[in-house]
């Protein structure tokens, strides 16, 4: 596990790292799987809508009612997880987990820990604290593909 350390000082910081993240997922090509830890109002939502918005997508909602919002193009396939509103890990399957969980797809999961032992392994965690803008961002790298991705971001 390779960890990386980051402070942003304002929203348009927080959205130039996602776009980054996004970016640098982009040029790796293939599945990645990507926790975002935080309390409330961290900004776990805020990295994942611009993370999206990056591959040209102009709406994104926030999957907090329906658990996943997917968003494919001829470029990518993304499904944003918000697990926040799991009563049991066992609704996802509910859903078709598995079925989202497919080879050249990204993965970025809200609330990780509430979907445990339904929800694979991540590529990546994002930590996010802190309050107003300024935010503490923690990006643990837990695969070879993930420590690419850290370290494209973190360069």
């Known amino acids: 596990m390779l960890n990386f350390l980051l402070e942003v000082n304002n929203l348009n910081e927080t959205i130039t790292l996602s776009r980054k993240l996004a970016n640098c997922c982009s040029q790796n090509r293939g599945s990645f799987i990507i926790y ?30 329906s658990l996943v919002e997917s968003y494919q193009n001829d470029e ?24 989202y969980f497919l080879n050249g ?26 309050k107003d803008d300024k935010r503490k961002i923690c990006i643990t790298a837990h695969t070879d593909i ?3 991705i850290s370290q494209c971001v973190t360069s």
Not at 48 to 56: D, E, L, R, S, V
Not at 77 to 97: A, T, V, W
Request: overall charge negative.
């Open 36 to 65: 975002l830890i935080g309390d409330l109002g961290a900004g776990k939502t805020t990295m994942a809508q611009n993370f999206i918005k990056y591959y040209g997508f102009e709406k994104v909602k926030s999957p907090t009612y």
């Open 76 to 99: 990518i396939n993304i499904h944003h997880f918000d697990c926040y509103r799991l009563n049991d890990p066992e609704e996802l399957e509910y859903i078709g987990m598995r079925e």
């Open 105 to 130: 797809h990204i993965q970025l999961i809200e609330w990780p820990n509430l979907g445990k032992g339904m929800i694979p392994n991540p590529d990546i965690s994002i930590n996010l604290s802190g």
């Open 146 to 148: 993930g420590e690419n």
